[in-house]
């Protein structure tokens, strides 16, 4: 079909929203970093920053070895077999996933913290970092990989065992062998979020010893004020994601391997086959599940172990007197206002970008629109700062930082929708004499209902949860909860840490409660 | 030395997808496993397989009970309705897959796969991806790969069904000639009759979870058990028997067949006796309708000496003139053209 006008106009929109509120600050660090006194040189010849690119690349990669290891026989066998209760645990494995970082720390911490229900304290270890990770990327392998398997392999494994391979044969010969680019392309996810950890890492292991990149990226900005050597570091990490990203883009690309894509009734699991998925959902379900449970029983647990008590929601909703200490009600009025602004820029920007691509010539744009995923929120808040003096005082780059950090997951929310329509609708309401933008209300937007809610969904949490970026760009008054929850923890003593785990309840409840509210009909496409 | 199903059963809820089923199917025999969509052939075929374990039933094979044993020990072949290739694999691989399962030597799976390539006309072919194969090329190549193990039995689910007309009718005819000569017993399952009849010499009709009835060839189509058999054979005249009272030479029946394929139209003038010669009848016959196909004539007969309307469909050779609407004509039916069917 002819592009037509509306597409043209979407993308120079898209484009343009891209080029100043993503690409511009990228630019201003890279010049921040090329000039000024010598920056370059000084973090170059210092060996602690090289100490720490290899620390950050050796977690991000031990990571991603132990949610390979934990998530792919999962998704094998999410894949393979049927089972009683397969739906609603398919939806429990996105909760981490959506869960902003923020409450996964506190809940790693109410387990395993200094005041751990486990009575073992493993906070400022690497095994607790690690654990943090497995429990953030378990879904994304298990979605991935499982989801490209599930179209394909059920048939071919018949074949297979007709041809005398039995289950491990089969695993071994067909499944392996065809899951092997999805699961490069989960790994390589995995290791982007991993290598680019921040919340995670600043609630559990604030230590030196354990700083990411991007956590020292934040403490030269926001507390040395050393921009230049920031910008270096940056840049350092931008370099390392985009070759990464490179990488997942072709890998991508080859994942569209032409699987006959057939929905195939599954098999119920047998014998041994079953004892090996009971064990991996347990394990899975325990993961996912005893952190967020670890932090409800904190939150609720009042003053000499009573609950359930609610004694320190009352604490954090007090307005506080201290300077620097949002109040339950603040926290939550303003990330509730960011969350719905920028779930609308990035809906509008999202949608521009996928019509664009989807019905004009912008193939450029969707090879870019993966970029802001793995752009770190650390280097994107930063940027803004660098670009935008004005943000200082003003509060509404926190929303468009939102807007651009959910915008690839709004995006490919949408863009398999728009290109799933039939093009013989639009074809039909144009010879019924509707132009492009009646066709777009009239036609297409009814049918994209639930993909705009997916994506709508996807967006709000992020930003609910958005942690690095609002802790650059915020003011006191502007607190969102992930910010008030991380001042709480900040400070000495049992009240504060009751009152940030009440903080983090609240979060994960309205974040919980949206997601369930938006229904997630849609399938995105990562 | 056979393959038997003992009254095997499979339901899906409340669904009897195969309600009872027995066949045997002997040595170097192929079986052709007829019947309309959702009838449950393919779901008989996956029990055969091992793919479905059944609620009741057994299978045995030569003699031994192997209703329990999973599919990857049964050794029989099969054929997907999508071929299910292994896309990750070229075509040598896809086709030595079941010989790499059974430890062959590698010089042995190459010249196994070599010879089957020859069988189905691929030769030069080893190294393609199987993705820039043609449909029939897939479709052969995926039934090299279930013959590579030299299986006990091989099973064919609706192997041409993707494919395109004309391919079809070729590989029909190429199918049949290479399951009659190779010493291998097959059942075919399809619901295209002219596919079912051309490529076994054995078929069962199955209906709704059923077998209907099954026998040669020769015995399905001539002599259909029921009412319904016939309709889906495409038979058109079926009468109730009372219908027939007037009918000197009808037999008697609930359900009467009149096999319109051996009944023949003659000139009105014709002489009567020269048609009515060996037990045949001849009877007037006014054309209300009629359409051409191509060489043939399709007709709507009003015989108003039986009461009766039959559709006619043949080549009308004997006429002298084109059968116009209103034309008056004579029918010849032959005593055995009139069959008494068991069943509605």
């Known amino acids: 079909m002819r592009p037509s006008w509306l597409s043209t106009v979407l993308g120079v929109a898209a484009s343009a929203f891209l080029a100043v509120f993503f690409l511009l600050p990228l630019v201003v660090i890279l010049g921040r970093s090329f000039h000024g006194a010598g920056a370059l040189a000084r973090v170059a010849s210092n060996p602690f920053y090289w100490q720490r690119l290899g620390f950050t690349t050796g977690q991000a990669l031990l990571s991603t070895v132990l949610t390979v290891a934990l998530g792919l026989p999962g998704a094998l066998l999410f894949a393979r077999y049927a089972f009683f209760g397969k739906r609603v645990l398919n939806a429990a494995f996105t909760i981490p996933f959506v869960m902003p970082t923020v409450v996964a720390g506190i809940g790693f911490l109410a387990l395993f913290g200094p005041r751990g229900l486990l009575g073992l304290d493993l906070r400022n270890t690497l095994w607790l970092v690690l654990l943090a990770h497995v429990f953030y990327n378990y879904a994304i392998v298990v979605r991935v990989v499982g989801g490209f398997l599930e179209g394909a392999a059920p048939r071919l494994l018949e074949a297979a065992s007709t041809l005398g391979a039995g289950a491990w044969r089969a695993t071994l010969r067909v499944s392996l062998p065809l899951a092997w680019p999805a699961l490069l392309a989960a790994a390589t996810l995995v290791f982007l979020f991993c290598f680019t950890s921040f919340g995670v890492i600043l609630i559990l292991a604030p230590t030196p010893r354990l700083a990411t990149l991007e956590v020292e990226i934040y403490q030269l900005t926001a507390h040395l004020l050393e921009l230049g050597q920031a910008a270096v570091l940056a840049l350092a990490q931008l370099l390392v994601v985009s070759a990464v990203t490179l990488l997942y883009t072709r890998m991508q690309a080859r994942l569209s391997l032409p699987l006959p894509a057939r929905a195939e009734a599954l098999p119920r699991p047998r014998g041994g086959a079953r004892a090996v998925l009971g064990l ?130 709004v995006a490919r929310s949408l863009l398999p929708a728009l290109r799933g329509l039939d093009p013989a609708h639009g074809a039909a309401a144009a010879t019924l004499g509707a132009g492009p933008w009646h066709t777009l209300w009239r036609v297409e937007l009814p049918q994209l209902g639930p993909a705009l809610l997916t994506a709508a969904s996807f967006a709000f949490a992020v930003s609910m949860g958005e942690f690095g970026a609002t802790l650059l760009l915020v003011r006191p008054e502007y607190a969102t909860l992930p910010v008030a929850i991380y001042d709480r923890l900040g400070r000495p003593g049992a009240q504060h840490y009751g009152a940030a785990m009440a903080l983090a309840l609240v979060l994960m409840l309205v974040t919980g409660a949206v997601m369930t509210l938006l229904q997630r009909r849609g399938r995105s496409e990562f | 030395m056979s393959l038997r199903l003992e009254e095997l059963r499979k339901h899906y809820g409340t669904t009897r997808a195969v309600d009872g089923v027995s066949l045997e199917l002997g040595e170097r025999e192929t079986l052709a496993l007829l ?306 069917l068991e069943e509605p």
């Open chain 1, 280 to 409: 991996n959902l347990v394990v899975a379900a325990a993961l996912i599940l005893t952190p967020l449970l670890a932090l409800a029983f904190r939150a609720l647990q009042g003053p000499g172990g009573r609950f359930p008590s609610l004694a320190n929601l009352r604490i954090a909703a007090h307005p506080s007197a201290v300077i620097g200490f949002a109040s339950l009600g603040l926290a939550l009025r303003n990330s509730l206002l960011f969350a719905t602004s920028s779930t609308v820029v990035a809906l509008l920007i999202g949608f521009a970008f996928a019509y664009a691509v989807a019905r004009g010539r912008w193939r450029v744009l969707d090879q870019i629109s993966l970029l802001p995923l793995a752009t770190s929120p650390i280097t994107l808040g930063f940027g803004y700062l660098l670009a935008f003096p004005v943000l200082v005082a003003h509060p509404w780059g926190i929303p468009l930082a939102h807007a651009l950090i959910a915008f690839p997951f």
């Open chain 2, 35 to 340: 019947g309309p969509s959702g009838c449950g052939k393919s779901t008989l075929l996956r029990l055969a397989a091992g793919l479905e374990a059944p609620d009741g039933g057994r299978v045995t094979l030569n003699g031994a009970d192997i209703t329990a044993l999973p599919p990857q020990r049964r050794r029989f072949g099969m054929v997907f309705q999508d071929y299910a290739l292994f896309p990750h694999l070229d075509v040598a691989r896809n086709i030595a897959f079941g010989l790499v399962e059974l430890g062959w030597a590698r010089e042995e799976q190459r010249r196994r796969v070599e010879e089957l390539l020859e069988l189905v006309g691929l030769s030069g072919l080893e190294r393609r991806r199987v993705q820039q194969l043609s449909g029939g090329q897939q479709q052969r190549v995926a039934l090299a790969r279930a013959l590579a193990p030299r299986p006990e039995v091989l099973l064919l689910d609706e192997p041409l069904s993707n494919l395109d007309q004309t391919l079809r009718e070729a590989l029909k005819e190429e199918l049949h000639g290479l399951l009659s000569s190779l010493p291998v017993r097959a059942v075919y399952v399809t619901h295209d009759q002219s596919e079912a009849f051309a490529i076994a010499r054995r078929v069962a009709i199955m209906r709704a979870g059923r077998i209907t009835q099954a026998g040669t060839r020769e015995d399905v189509l001539e002599r259909p058990r029921s009412g319904w058999l016939a309709r889906f054979l495409g038979h058109r005249n079926l009468f109730a028997g009372g219908d027939l009272a007037v009918v000197p030479t009808a037999p008697r029946g609930d359900t009467v067949l009149l096999r319109a394929d051996l009944t023949s139209l003659l000139p009105a003038g014709a002489a009567a006796a020269a048609g009515a010669a060996e037990g045949a009848a001849v009877t007037r016959a006014r054309v209300r309708r009629a359409r051409r196909e191509g060489l043939r004539w399709r007709l709507e007969l009003d015989l108003p000496e039986w009461k009766l309307e039959l559709a006619w469909e043949g080549y009308a050779r004997e006429l002298a003139e084109p059968p116009g609407e209103g034309a008056e004509l004579l029918l010849r039916v032959p005593a055995d053209a009139w069959l008494a």
